[in-house]
């Protein structure tokens, strides 16, 4: 049998708490609306005929509600199936905020951006960085601290991340 | 800048070391431990590990070597993206720019990610100085600003605070009506208090893990998130970064990436790496007008500073000895890895900034070789480190070399009368006279084989023995060695030899010092597991390896005994003999330091022929020769000996470190002994390092570690061996059995 890559992504995850969500985009709305803890905030997505503003998301929100929200949802990718980590880029839009204000980051990312190695993740990012990205981050799994004497989750960031994993994009 | 503190006398050490070991000792073992195994449990899985080290090595001897290069390189990228560049000169020169820029922002408060080149630079005194609030906010850093402590680990600096001392520390500090007692309930208050300082700063400090230079891009690595917090919040980042952080491309970082998490604590990957090539796109949240969108959306005004600091580095890039320190990505491994350090932490193994053992390099090269003299006499050279550092830094040469240079520059108008005559070195008068006294051990131990038993009744006398003390630090509690009258070469050359029937080998056995005066009887034990393996073995006169000069940093010294021991050997090694060593430290000198004492080429006939006495024996056993031939358990009815089928065995850190742990177990193994060996990284003795009085207490810290291995159920009734001649001195004084070296169990003769 053949691992895919999502399956060696997923497999990666298993020692981290991240819940993993797999669902075609028809089925978006029902997996992502379990995802959220409300209130919720979210930058738009990169996918045709995807848009957050159908959910209960705030998508521009004021210092209060990023402050308040207890979900951000952003996209991902590339994603990196040896480590089960995923790239979020950040442009002019406040992904970083949303991704790391909230207790929970929701990453919604397309399975085809899943690529072996971070090697390979990296010479993407060398890409975009040289076409103008200024910002960007390698996740795996939630924040996380043992200075307080034991490992804990949600140090200055998300306690808990979810991912969602288009099938057919 | 702090002063230099004066030295610390022998009596102040002691003291010291003792107050840590009782204070923080048990905090910082219980953290330390964990991120040492992790690290062998993750190497040990990782497939592409050595490939992954060698290329990390080879880019970061690349930048070094291009350094000015990419400075000027960096400067025109990160000038071309918006931001600016500073180059400072030394610790102040980069306060004072700092405080600058803060200073023209207007600015009142400052949140900061973890850095340790600002605490070498000591910025958050400058800012504070200048009337700003700073906060930082790595959770370990923001406990030891509370605490007013400082780090005691270069990539965790609190190691040695346990949750009841932080519950403690914040309850008292901030005052709270409900205590905190949690992880979980310190560190959603620690996040809650400082998110409201991140809110309301004007500027993020951070460090940088790496800068690639092609594009000015910074690599910041944290598992909190709060890097990122920081400095995408205010609209202004100043990242201060050693030189040395610059490498050329972005494509050079994968594999730092996939060693910094496993190396520091056996992580795969930590949880956040962070690229940002500032100033970055993201617009600066505003939380001023809480009801108005935090984001002006497309509209970031944000200013970036680059402040490099050189502060000594560029001196370091021209110190032979040094220059490799600079390639050091600071996990943190060669602390984790290192039992001294296990025990103390680095508030005793540490200068002014930096702890562990590459601490030596940076302590040396950034504030100064009185820093780095503090603590250089903690690492032991038990190599246990070079396996572990995922740059292949050869942290104990680095220290071996520093404690060299501490030696020469020490008072050379100190007159030593008494240990003069017992030290005929190559060493300036000066230097300490404990370092002198351990490191002419093999003259020392000619002269107590030549007056024993008397040597050894001297040994006992108390007077002496607090004498000894007085004047060359050797601790009263420890047990002398045993000099024997008749030394091993002696015995060989006048038994009679029976000439092996059917050689299949011819060899040297290399009477080292401790074999030659001490332990005679490991080296009778060879010799006839070697004869009864078909070996034609020949013991010459041959100097000792230098093992002990070198361990005190006495470069001179052991150079002149590795010419001595190549010229004595090279005839042989000619004939197509080979060299089997007992002692392990020895063989790692041939195999290691003598690549670095001997010219040219000259170590490696030695280096190619010379083997562990275990390892050889292995070899003959692979080549056909019979494990009959050993002493095996069912034969222990008709051996002398209290020698059971079941071993405890602690291996030597050097010859773990060499890789020939394996061999010894399977020789035992086959010969039909059921082994289990110990997982400490030293037993604590460390060649002289346990002798000394300073270090005694530490000595036997660290051996309590193996003590309680060796005395559980599961192994409290095995025989106990051992390879090396001080581990054996150490299991002496740890447990009431006796140990031995293996091969005394495999010995036909016993
Ligand atoms: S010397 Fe090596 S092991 Fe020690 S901190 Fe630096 S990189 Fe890590």
Request: charged share 25%.
């Given at each position: 049998?053949?691992?895919?890559?999502?399956?060696?992504?997923?497999?990666?995850?298993?020692?981290?708490?991240?819940?993993?969500?797999r669902t075609a985009t028809?089925d978006l709305?029902?997996t992502?609306?379990?995802?959220?803890?409300?209130?919720?905030?979210?930058?738009?997505l990169?996918f045709?005929?995807i848009?957050?503003?159908?959910?209960?998301?705030?998508?521009?929100?004021?210092?209060?509600?990023?402050?308040?929200?207890?979900?951000?949802?952003?996209?991902?990718?590339?994603?990196?199936?040896?480590?089960?980590?995923?790239?979020?880029?950040?442009?002019?839009?406040?992904?970083?905020?949303?991704?790391?204000?909230?207790?929970?980051?929701?990453?919604v990312l397309a399975a085809s951006d899943?690529?072996?190695?971070?090697?390979?993740?990296?010479?993407?990012?060398?890409?975009?960085?040289?076409?103008?990205?200024?910002?960007?981050?390698?996740?795996?799994?939630?924040?996380?601290?043992?200075?307080?004497?034991?490992?804990?989750?949600?140090?200055?960031?998300?306690?808990?991340?979810?991912?969602i994993i288009l099938t057919d994009r | 800048?702090?002063?230099?503190?004066?030295?610390?006398?022998?009596?102040?050490?002691?003291?010291?070391?003792?107050?840590?070991?009782?204070?923080?000792?048990?905090?910082?073992?219980?953290?330390?431990?964990?991120?040492?195994?992790?690290?062998?449990?993750?190497?040990?899985?990782?497939?592409?590990?050595?490939?992954?080290?060698?290329?990390?090595?080879?880019?970061?001897?690349?930048?070094?070597?291009?350094?000015?290069?990419?400075?000027?390189?960096?400067?025109?990228?990160?000038?071309?993206?918006?931001?600016?560049?500073?180059?400072?000169?030394?610790?102040?020169?980069?306060?004072?720019?700092?405080?600058?820029?803060?200073?023209?922002?207007?600015?009142?408060?400052?949140?900061?990610?973890?850095?340790?080149?600002?605490?070498?630079?000591?910025?958050?005194?400058?800012?504070?100085?200048?009337?700003?609030?700073?906060?930082?906010?790595?959770?370990?850093?923001?406990?030891?600003?509370?605490?007013?402590?400082?780090?005691?680990?270069?990539?965790?600096?609190?190691?040695?605070?346990?949750?009841?001392?932080?519950?403690?520390?914040?309850?008292?500090?901030?005052?709270?009506?409900?205590?905190?007692?949690?992880?979980?309930?310190?560190?959603?208050?620690?996040?809650?208090?400082?998110?409201?300082?991140?809110?309301?700063?004007?500027?993020?400090?951070?460090?940088?893990?790496?800068?690639?230079?092609?594009?000015?891009?910074?690599?910041?690595?944290?598992?909190?998130?709060?890097?990122?917090?920081?400095?995408?919040?205010?609209?202004?980042?100043?990242?201060?970064?050693?030189?040395?952080?610059?490498?050329?491309?972005?494509?050079?970082?994968?594999?730092?990436?996939?060693?910094?998490?496993?190396?520091?604590?056996?992580?795969?990957?930590?949880?956040?790496?962070?690229?940002?090539?500032?100033?970055?796109?993201?617009?600066?949240?505003?939380?001023?007008?809480?009801?108005?969108?935090?984001?002006?959306?497309?509209?970031?005004?944000?200013?970036?500073?680059?402040?490099?600091?050189?502060?000594?580095?560029?001196?370091?890039?021209?110190?032979?000895?040094?220059?490799?320190?600079?390639?050091?990505?600071?996990?943190?491994?060669?602390?984790?890895?290192?039992?001294?350090?296990?025990?103390?932490?680095?508030?005793?193994?540490?200068?002014?900034?930096?702890?562990?053992?590459?601490?030596?390099?940076?302590?040396?090269?950034?504030?100064?070789?009185?820093?780095?003299?503090?603590?250089?006499?903690?690492?032991?050279?038990?190599?246990?480190?070079?396996?572990?550092?995922?740059?292949?830094?050869?942290?104990?040469?680095?220290?071996?070399?520093?404690?060299?240079?501490?030696?020469?520059?020490?008072?050379?108008?100190?007159?030593?009368?008494?240990?003069?005559?017992?030290?005929?070195?190559?060493?300036?008068?000066?230097?300490?006279?404990?370092?002198?006294?351990?490191?002419?051990?093999?003259?020392?131990?000619?002269?107590?084989?030549?007056?024993?038993?008397?040597?050894?009744?001297?040994?006992?006398?108390?007077?002496?023995?607090?004498?000894?003390?007085?004047?060359?630090?050797?601790?009263?509690?420890?047990?002398?060695?045993?000099?024997?009258?008749?030394?091993?070469?002696?015995?060989?050359?006048?038994?009679?030899?029976?000439?092996?029937?059917?050689?299949?080998?011819?060899?040297?056995?290399?009477?080292?010092?401790?074999?030659?005066?001490?332990?005679?009887?490991?080296?009778?034990?060879?010799?006839?597991?070697?004869?009864?393996?078909?070996?034609?073995?020949?013991?010459?006169?041959?100097?000792?390896?230098?093992?002990?000069?070198?361990?005190?940093?006495?470069?001179?010294?052991?150079?002149?005994?590795?010419?001595?021991?190549?010229?004595?050997?090279?005839?042989?090694?000619?004939?197509?003999?080979?060299?089997?060593?007992?002692?392990?430290?020895?063989?790692?000198?041939?195999?290691?330091?003598?690549?670095?004492?001997?010219?040219?080429?000259?170590?490696?006939?030695?280096?190619?022929?010379?083997?562990?006495?275990?390892?050889?024996?292995?070899?003959?056993?692979?080549?056909?020769?019979?494990?009959?031939?050993?002493?095996?358990?069912?034969?222990?009815?008709?051996?002398?000996?209290?020698?059971?089928?079941?071993?405890?065995?602690?291996?030597?850190?050097?010859?773990?470190?060499?890789?020939?742990?394996?061999?010894?177990?399977?020789?035992?193994?086959?010969?039909?002994?059921?082994?289990?060996?110990?997982?400490?990284?030293?037993?604590?003795?460390?060649?002289?390092?346990?002798?000394?009085?300073?270090?005694?207490?530490?000595?036997?810290?660290?051996?309590?570690?193996?003590?309680?291995?060796?005395?559980?159920?599961?192994?409290?009734?095995?025989?106990?061996?051992?390879?090396?001649?001080?581990?054996?001195?150490?299991?002496?004084?740890?447990?009431?059995?006796?140990?031995?070296?293996?091969?005394?169990?495999?010995?036909?003769?016993?």
């Amino acid at each position: 049998m053949t691992t895919t890559p999502v399956d060696a992504f997923e497999q990666s995850l298993a020692d981290l708490p991240v819940r993993i969500r797999r669902t075609a985009t028809d089925d978006l709305d029902e997996t992502l609306e379990a995802c959220l803890d409300p209130p919720t905030i979210g930058v738009a997505l990169p996918f045709d005929d995807i848009s957050l503003a159908d959910y209960p998301i705030t998508l521009n929100p004021t210092g209060e509600e990023l402050l308040a929200a207890s979900t951000g949802v952003t996209a991902g990718g590339p994603a990196i199936a040896e480590y089960g980590s995923i790239v979020v880029t950040s442009r002019f839009d406040g992904t970083e905020h949303t991704s790391l204000y909230p207790d929970k980051h929701v990453i919604v990312l397309a399975a085809s951006d899943i690529v072996p190695t971070l090697a390979n993740a990296i010479s993407e990012l060398e890409e975009a960085i040289d076409d103008g990205l200024t910002s960007a981050v390698i996740t795996t799994g939630p924040s996380a601290t043992a200075d307080m004497g034991a490992p804990v989750y949600g140090a200055h960031g998300p306690e808990e991340v979810d991912v969602i994993i288009l099938t057919d994009r | 800048m702090t002063d230099q503190p004066n030295q610390l006398t022998r009596r102040e050490k002691t003291a010291k070391i003792r107050h840590l070991l009782e204070t923080e000792g048990e905090t910082v073992h219980e953290t330390v431990t964990p991120f040492n195994e992790g690290r062998y449990r993750r190497y040990a899985e990782m497939d592409d590990l050595e490939e992954y080290r060698a290329e990390a090595r080879r880019i970061q001897k690349d930048a070094i070597d291009r350094l000015p290069e990419l400075i000027e390189q960096v400067r025109d990228t990160v000038t071309e993206n918006g931001g600016s560049v500073y180059l400072a000169e030394d610790a102040a020169d980069a306060r004072r720019h700092v405080t600058e820029i803060a200073e023209s922002k207007g600015a009142e408060r400052v949140v900061k990610a973890k850095s340790m080149t600002t605490e070498e630079i000591e910025l958050n005194d400058a800012l504070e100085a200048a009337d700003l609030d700073v906060w930082e906010t790595d959770l370990a850093e923001f406990v030891l600003q509370i605490a007013e402590e400082e780090p005691s680990h270069i990539a965790s600096p609190a190691i040695h605070k346990s949750r009841e001392e932080i519950a403690a520390l914040f309850n008292a500090h901030f005052d709270l009506d409900e205590p905190l007692q949690t992880p979980e309930e310190l560190t959603s208050f620690a996040r809650e208090y400082l998110l409201d300082r991140i809110t309301t700063a004007d500027i993020g400090v951070s460090g940088a893990n790496f800068i690639a230079a092609d594009t000015g891009t910074l690599a910041l690595i944290t598992n909190e998130g709060n890097a990122r917090k920081c400095l995408v919040t205010p609209d202004t980042h100043v990242a201060v970064a050693g030189v040395e952080k610059l490498i050329p491309t972005i494509a050079d970082l994968p594999p730092f990436l996939n060693l910094i998490g496993p190396a520091g604590a056996g992580q795969d990957i930590t949880a956040y790496v962070s690229l940002f090539r500032p100033p970055v796109d993201s617009p600066v949240a505003d939380f001023s007008e809480p009801n108005e969108p935090a984001f002006d959306v497309g509209n970031s005004d944000r200013s970036f500073h680059l402040v490099l600091v050189d502060n000594g580095r560029m001196a370091m890039r021209e110190d032979e000895a040094l220059r490799e320190t600079l390639y050091c990505i600071r996990c943190g491994a060669c602390a984790n890895s290192c039992a001294n350090f296990q025990q103390v932490g680095g508030h005793a193994f540490g200068g002014e900034t930096y702890s562990g053992g590459i601490a030596t390099g940076w302590e040396a090269g950034v504030h100064g070789e009185e820093s780095a003299a503090e603590f250089n006499d903690l690492c032991t050279g038990c190599s246990r480190c070079v396996d572990a550092c995922p740059v292949n830094i050869d942290i104990p040469w680095i220290n071996t070399v520093v404690r060299d240079r501490i030696n020469h520059g020490a008072d050379t108008s100190a007159f030593d009368h008494l240990v003069d005559g017992l030290t005929p070195d190559d060493e300036p008068t000066g230097i300490d006279r404990s370092k002198r006294l351990f490191g002419n051990f093999e003259t020392l131990a000619k002269w107590g084989s030549r007056t024993a038993p008397l040597s050894n009744t001297i040994a006992d006398v108390s007077v002496l023995r607090s004498a000894l003390d007085r004047v060359a630090g050797v601790e009263r509690e420890r047990e002398l060695p045993r000099f024997q009258r008749e030394t091993f070469r002696a015995w060989f050359e006048a038994r009679d030899a029976v000439e092996p029937s059917d050689t299949v080998r011819e060899a040297v056995l290399y009477p080292d010092v401790y074999t030659n005066h001490v332990q005679v009887d490991r080296g009778k034990a060879a010799v006839r597991v070697l004869e009864a393996l078909d070996v034609d073995v020949t013991v010459p006169d041959v100097p000792s390896s230098g093992r002990a000069p070198l361990s005190q940093g006495m470069i001179d010294t052991a150079s002149s005994h590795a010419r001595g021991v190549h010229a004595a050997l090279a005839p042989d090694i000619g004939d197509g003999r080979d060299v089997v060593v007992i002692e392990p430290s020895d063989l790692a000198m041939f195999q290691g330091e003598y690549e670095r004492l001997l010219p040219g080429d000259a170590h490696e006939p030695l280096a190619e022929n010379s083997y562990e006495l275990l390892e050889y024996v292995f070899g003959l056993l692979e080549n056909g020769a019979e494990t009959s031939a050993l002493c095996g358990p069912d034969d222990r009815i008709a051996a002398r000996g209290d020698i059971g089928t079941e071993i405890a065995y602690h291996s030597h850190c050097q010859q773990r470190t060499l890789g020939l742990e394996g061999h010894t177990v399977a020789v035992l193994e086959r010969a039909g002994y059921d082994v289990v060996t110990s997982d400490v990284e030293c037993c604590g003795m460390a060649g002289s390092f346990g002798y000394k009085s300073e270090y005694y207490d530490l000595s036997m810290a660290v051996g309590d570690v193996l003590r309680e291995q060796f005395t559980e159920p599961e192994t409290e009734d095995r025989t106990v061996v051992a390879s090396g001649t001080s581990c054996l001195d150490q299991l002496d004084s740890l447990l009431e059995r006796p140990s031995r070296h293996p091969i005394q169990v495999l010995d036909p003769g016993r």
